[in-house]
């Protein structure tokens, strides 16, 4: 994907947001920068209340910035998101309950005009890249939380956007299918080529994942330091305990819990 924003796939400037609320102010976000290169997996990672999801919201045209700006290939959220240029995977993976799995997949496809058998071809063709291709008649209350969220990727997936934003969508997970979904969605990352920016508690999971981990600092949230992560692909559960993986876990814990 080649931009108008110097070959970055997402550009963040100079960003700043504040929420107004009838109990007052809360500075979130402060002057907030950085470029993801397209093709890259990018996690951004900071306590808890910091504002990671703000900025992911921001990016993804669900919330505007009070300052600054935001290009996706390009392009303002706004312009962006009629254009299809991205797609956002939420912490639940909030599925249509009476709808099957492969028509969750389309659902996005519906408002698109695409024929019967054009929806069919691409939702099947999802759900083999998500290894759900046996699940496609299946209900969501039918398949785990995992295999839900599975789903939800799919769904995003589903009109083929340059660039997909993940905000913390392992969240609700058990420990074991985290892992195991954190190297399917880096199997998935491979074959379909998308810049992702993935938004996360786990500093593990963040390193284990990313090209580059974006550290952010505490509210009003700005960007602390972005970290090269020098791991080389595909990764698997051995690099947990290279020491290259080790230097950029802790050299992100001491970012982040200073006092720990
Ligand atoms: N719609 C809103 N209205 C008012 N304040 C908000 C709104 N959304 C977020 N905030 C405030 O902005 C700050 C940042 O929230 P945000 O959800 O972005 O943090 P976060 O880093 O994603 O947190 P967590 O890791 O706990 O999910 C918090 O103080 C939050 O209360």
């Given at each position: 994907m080649t931009g108008k924003s110097g070959g970055a796939a997402v550009r963040v400037k100079d960003v700043s947001k504040t929420f107004t609320t009838p109990t007052g102010q809360t500075h979130?976000?402060?002057s907030v920068s950085f470029d993801i290169a397209a093709g890259s997996f990018v996690s951004i990672i900071g306590p808890s209340g910091c504002g990671k999801t703000t900025v992911a919201r921001m990016i993804g045209d669900l919330l505007p910035p009070t300052s600054g700006e935001i290009l996706i290939d390009g392009e303002s959220p706004s312009m962006a998101r009629a254009g299809r240029k991205f797609g956002f995977v939420f912490q639940?993976?909030?599925?249509?309950?009476?709808?099957?799995v492969l028509r969750n997949v389309t659902l996005p496809l519906d408002v698109l005009g695409w024929s019967k058998q054009d929806k069919e071809d691409r939702g099947r063709e999802l759900l083999k890249l998500v290894g759900l291709e046996d699940f496609?008649?299946?209900?969501?209350?039918?398949?785990s939380g995992g295999m839900q969220q599975r789903v939800a990727i799919a769904r995003a997936l589903s009109y083929d956007p340059g660039v997909l934003i993940m905000d913390e969508p392992f969240g609700a997970l058990d420990m074991i299918t985290r892992d195991r979904m954190g190297f399917e969605l880096l199997r998935i990352w491979a074959e379909s080529g998308k810049t992702i920016l993935f938004v996360t508690h786990s500093i593990e999971e963040a390193v284990l994942l990313s090209d580059h981990v974006l550290s952010m600092s505490p509210?009003?949230?700005?960007?602390?330091k972005s970290v090269l992560i020098d791991l080389e692909r595909p990764?698997?559960?051995?690099h947990r305990t290279d020491s290259r993986f080790i230097a950029a876990t802790q050299e992100l814990r001491e970012m982040l819990e200073p006092h720990a």
């Open positions: 979130a976000v402060d639940r993976p909030t599925l249509v309950e009476w709808r099957s496609a008649d299946h209900r969501p209350d039918q398949i509210r009003p949230t700005s960007l602390q990764r698997t559960v051995q």
